[in-house]
């Protein structure tokens, strides 16, 4: 028996005229390219502006390895290997420089817009799609991320291309839409592990559509659940070599891992986030109170509006509420998952790592802005996120103060023009180490280790060896040093969870053993010269 269509019919032109009809699609598509150009600007705008910083380092220089390295390293670290490989790949086209290892989260991020346009599209129409990929477009979080050599632009592109696989697979029923949704479903979990959450909330959802016709037609759509399962034990049986590293995986992040339990509340800040703002972002009272609640309203307002559609129908047709259910699980069920897991077992909560989840909540609230019941209320609220998104994207652009980075680029080209062959530089923490290892600054670089139960001390053994990094105590790193050569120290601002242990230990040492002679003050970074005595 077939399944029931629970969506409304879609809205064409009225008109049979073929001309008009094409002047419509052309209309719609020039729109999506004018979006799909303005997502391109905006994430190539200002790319090289920051330094290279820690995070991005190590995946350059991760990437910077042979396969085989790459698969050791990321199986005993916090993320699996797909985002390295596919780097790996591009790095050795075009090579290593800032612009062009950032221009590859660039182009998912872009094709991550245009991914969402055709879920939307798929879901209620070419409307409320443009609105949708218009948000993802000027988003900051997502322009963020498309700026930064990491695998969260990628995720989002996949989480896209998995509910638009999924929709299409549940819909049409066919054996090769399983397979996509399969291929979407293993891409992303070899992105990144959260990846299993989005999972869960379509397997969620899959099991409600189930006993919803069920409980409903007095059946079971059985030829759907069997193809259901066996796309499932396909995903299984080719994720099972690296399901083995994440049961690993799992003991390491529950006995070492810096992030702090979350509020209960940021089931609301996630929004404040995916619209207008982004998690590097530091922003004062009073925005941030009033972006928090602006986001409080938002959500409210959009799930009362998606509330309304799924319940009530118009004009005697019956709303879409398969696909606001769809959309509504997706956005919210991974989020309560990890909250959930946050308190029951370890903090796991990462904004950037539910980035899978902006997909349909981007959707929904454009689908809120096309068919809103109540016209005169939600201008006051998305007018003003506009305002604020654009805010924050100026900020983002033109101002240092706005981002925990270091300005590690200036401080290395600072140590270059100035050290002579066989100076050392000394760094208290892998935070500034693997930037100027990744810059290729002059002279032998070299890490103290880390203080003792120092939650940033996060990196395992095989994961030092894959990208390099070797503690060295301070005494042993300046024994080589000859009389005329110089020890040029990087500090940084202790992190989150971290005191000045290292700064006292090492810079003591330094100044009863040789000279101050200057220092050097860059964003984030102070650089101490030091000389024999």
Excluded at 289 to 294: E, M, N, V
Excluded at 421 to 433: E, R, T
Aim: proline fraction near 5%; include cysteine.
């Amino acid at each position: 028996m077939s399944e029931p269509i629970l969506e409304g019919s879609k809205q064409w032109p009225a008109t049979n005229s073929p001309a008009n009809l094409f002047s419509v699609l052309s209309g719609q598509n020039l729109i999506l390219f004018a979006i799909i150009f303005l997502a391109f600007l905006l994430r190539f705008f200002q790319l090289g502006y920051r330094s290279v910083w820690y995070d991005e380092s190590f995946s350059i220089i991760l990437a910077r390895q042979d396969f085989g390295t790459i698969l050791n390293g990321t199986a005993h670290d916090y993320h699996p290997p797909l985002f390295y490989l596919v780097l790996s790949i591009w790095l050795k086209i075009f090579g290593e420089g800032v612009y062009a290892a950032r221009f590859l989260s660039l182009l998912f991020g872009v094709g991550a817009v245009w991914v969402l346009y055709l879920l939307a599209k798929n879901l209620f129409g070419p409307k409320t799609a443009l609105v949708a990929a218009f948000i993802a477009a000027i988003a900051p979080f997502q322009v963020l991320y498309s700026q930064e050599v990491r695998m969260y632009s990628l995720e989002f592109l996949l989480g896209g291309w998995l509910i638009l696989s999924f929709y299409r697979a549940y819909r049409r029923d066919s054996w090769q839409d399983w397979g996509w949704f399969g291929l979407s479903a293993i891409l992303a979990l070899y992105n990144l592990y959260f990846s299993l959450f989005s999972l869960t909330a379509l397997g969620l959802f899959f099991a409600g559509a189930m006993l919803y016709y069920r409980l409903t037609r007095k059946n079971w759509l059985t030829r759907k659940i069997q193809r259901w399962l066996i796309t499932h034990l396909i995903i299984f049986g080719l994720y099972l070599p690296w399901l083995f590293v994440l049961v690993g995986q799992i003991g390491r992040v529950k006995n070492s891992y810096w992030i702090s339990r979350p509020n209960p509340l940021e089931i609301f800040r996630l929004l404040n986030i995916f619209l207008y703002n982004t998690t590097n972002l530091t922003v004062d009272a009073p925005f941030d109170l009033i972006g928090l609640l602006l986001a409080v309203f938002l959500l409210l307002f959009t799930l009362q509006a998606a509330r309304f559609r799924l319940r009530s129908g118009a004009k005697g047709r019956v709303r879409r509420s398969f696909e606001i259910a769809l959309l509504l699980t997706c956005w919210l069920a991974p989020l309560l998952i990890v909250l959930t897991l946050s308190y029951l077992f370890t903090p796991i909560y990462l904004e950037r790592s539910l980035i899978m989840c902006a997909v349909p909540a981007y959707i929904l609230v454009a689908r809120v802005i096309t068919t809103a019941n109540r016209p005169n209320l939600w201008p006051l609220l998305f007018v003003p996120a506009l305002a604020l998104a654009l805010i924050s994207l100026y900020f983002y652009y033109f101002s240092p103060d706005y981002t925990v980075h270091y300005d590690s680029a200036a401080a290395s080209s600072w140590v270059a023009r100035n050290s002579q062959p066989g100076d050392i530089v000394i760094h208290i923490n892998k935070l500034s180490y693997l930037p100027f290892v990744y810059l290729k600054t002059p002279g032998s670089q070299f890490v103290v280790p880390e203080e003792p139960g120092n939650s940033h001390d996060d990196l395992s053994p095989e994961t030092q060896k894959a990208i390099g990094l070797q503690y060295t105590p301070i005494e042993k790193a300046v024994s080589s040093l000859g009389k005329q050569n110089a020890i040029w120290l990087v500090l940084t601002p202790p992190q989150p969870g971290q005191t000045d242990y290292q700064e006292r230990i090492v810079k003591g040492y330094l100044d009863s053993h040789f000279k101050l002679h200057s220092l050097q003050t860059f964003f984030g970074e102070t650089i101490f010269l030091y000389v024999s005595l």
